[in-house]
């Protein structure tokens, strides 16, 4: 596609359940990024990729928050044990040569996570 | 600690209408500051980049300044649409860093 896919779009799960969130970049982009926003909040960083480099996990809240990008193109952001506090738009970016050279990033439109 | 603050924290206006938006933030130092708008259930889409050099950025009815001596930014809307409703984020990119800085968004409505 065009742009960035990410899917599912919405997603409601129990409490303790795991979870995974998938994104498509655009092809080429080499930084992939994850946010997250929780209502009337700003985004929250969570992870960077780029290219081949070593992943930005300084923004992931816990040990049960993890990502992997794959082949440098599709990435999973996977939550383990939800809580409640979990329950956000999780958006992915991705970006023709990262944000420090001005690089635009390209958002999906996020997949909003509920945990009852 | 970096941060991005936007006033005001919504807006209502009357289609036709101008507006500005404001953005005052502490990172320094920076490479670049961001105008997103984004529209309710979408993702952020894109207005101005902006580098520490430049004061002034158009796109369309969307007119963004810099000033990084007081380390402020304004996005001006002109002639304002009811399709203009919805929130405007600025993001600050430290400089040679891995770090976007989101502001919280100012949240606009525009009615007839």
């Known amino acids: 596609g065009a742009g960035v896919s990410q899917s599912p779009s919405n997603k409601v799960t129990e409490k303790g359940k795991d979870v995974e969130l998938r994104c498509d970049p655009i092809s080429g982009h080499t930084a992939l990024y994850w946010y997250r926003q929780s209502l009337g909040q700003g985004l929250e960083f969570l992870i960077y990729f780029q290219g081949n480099s070593a992943p930005d996990k300084s923004g992931l809240p816990s040990d049960r928050f993890s990502a992997e990008r794959t082949g440098g193109s599709v990435s999973t952001l996977t939550i383990q044990r939800t809580q409640q506090e979990d329950s956000a738009v999780y958006l992915c970016?991705?970006?023709?040569?990262?944000?420090?050279?001005?690089?635009?990033?390209?958002f999906g439109e996020g997949s909003r996570l509920t945990v009852l | 600690k970096n941060q991005v603050e936007q006033s005001p924290q919504s807006l209502i206006i009357l289609e036709g209408k101008n507006c500005t938006l404001q953005c005052n933030y502490t990172v320094s130092p920076f490479s670049n500051l961001r105008w997103y708008k984004q529209d309710t259930g979408r993702g952020p889409v894109s207005l101005t980049i902006?580098?520490?050099?430049?004061n002034t950025k158009s796109n369309g009815r969307y007119t963004a300044t810099l000033d990084a001596d007081t380390k402020q930014s304004s996005l001006h809307i002109t002639a304002s649409q009811l399709s203009d409703s919805a929130s405007y984020i600025c993001v600050v990119s430290e400089q040679a860093g891995t770090a976007l800085i989101f502001g919280k968004g100012t949240t606009l409505s525009v009615s007839s």
């Open positions: 902006m580098t520490f050099s430049e």
């Open positions: 970016a991705s970006s023709p040569r990262g944000h420090s050279n001005t690089g635009e990033l390209f």
